[in-house]
């Protein structure tokens, strides 16, 4: 049993791709060959990793999922600070954003007539939660970059008090450009803000979502697609 263990010690200094927790007759974290050691509910845990087959081909259902994937990623990733922040809750193994990605992948990607996926965004949501969502929420361009953002104020239904505060995301297609107010200069109560994007989005033809957080930012909505403007 020693020896055992003093290998795998060995191994995992040698490789420095795992930790021992408790000694060598404890658990470890991370990977040693095609080992990986983790603990679930303060519980330690091993698996084997698969055998890779170079000479596997990858099915059409796969080379589809990871081009969905992908597709998911490259709308995520530059927002990450908003959807790692207010998507739903945090469970074990899996963080926010990591489930703004499985809930996108499964409800939001589109399929063309051509075949090609894409994303709809009426349904793409960039934060969910059990708090009371955007009412009637209007977006309108005005002069100079700016984006005049309107909604019911809807505080004292459920949750919804009005010092929550508002989160916006812009996204310019043409571009690839994105740009948070996280949160916006404004709550819940006041019912309208005005925004101002830099001046390089000035023509661009853009994307609005917007949700409510909670004062402590611990709570989130259900985030809205608010539509697509041309900025002045």
Do not use: C
Not at 37 to 48: L, Q, W
Not at 181 to 194: D, I, K, L
Request: glycine share 10%.
């Amino acid at each position: 049993m020693f020896g055992l263990n003093f290998n795998l010690m060995f191994n995992l200094n040698l490789k420095t791709m795992g930790k021992l927790n408790d000694g060598i007759f404890g658990g470890f974290s991370g990977r040693v060959g095609r080992v990986v050691g983790y603990n679930i509910g303060g519980e330690d845990m091993i698996r084997k990793l698969p055998r890779k087959n170079p000479n596997r081909e990858v099915t059409d259902k796969q080379r589809e999922q990871r081009e969905k994937f992908s597709l998911v990623m490259s709308y995520l990733l530059p927002i990450k600070e908003v959807v790692g922040a207010y998507f739903s809750r945090r469970i074990v193994a899996k963080s926010r954003f990591n489930l703004a990605v499985g809930y996108n992948l499964k409800n939001a990607v589109i399929q063309d007539e051509d075949n090609l996926f894409d994303l709809d965004f009426n349904k793409l949501l960039i934060s969910k939660g059990d708090l009371r969502g955007i009412q009637d929420g209007a977006v309108q361009p005005q002069p100079d970059q700016v984006l005049q953002m309107s909604w019911t104020d809807n505080s004292g239904q459920g949750s919804a008090a009005a010092t929550d505060l508002i989160v916006a995301v812009v996204y310019a297609p043409e571009q690839d450009l994105y740009h948070m107010f996280n949160p916006a200069p404004t709550t819940r109560g006041e019912g309208s803000v005005a925004l101002t994007l830099p001046a390089f989005f000035s023509g661009q033809e853009v994307h609005v979502w917007a949700t409510m957080v909670s004062e402590n930012k611990r709570v989130s909505a259900n985030s809205s697609y608010l539509g697509q403007v041309t900025v002045n």
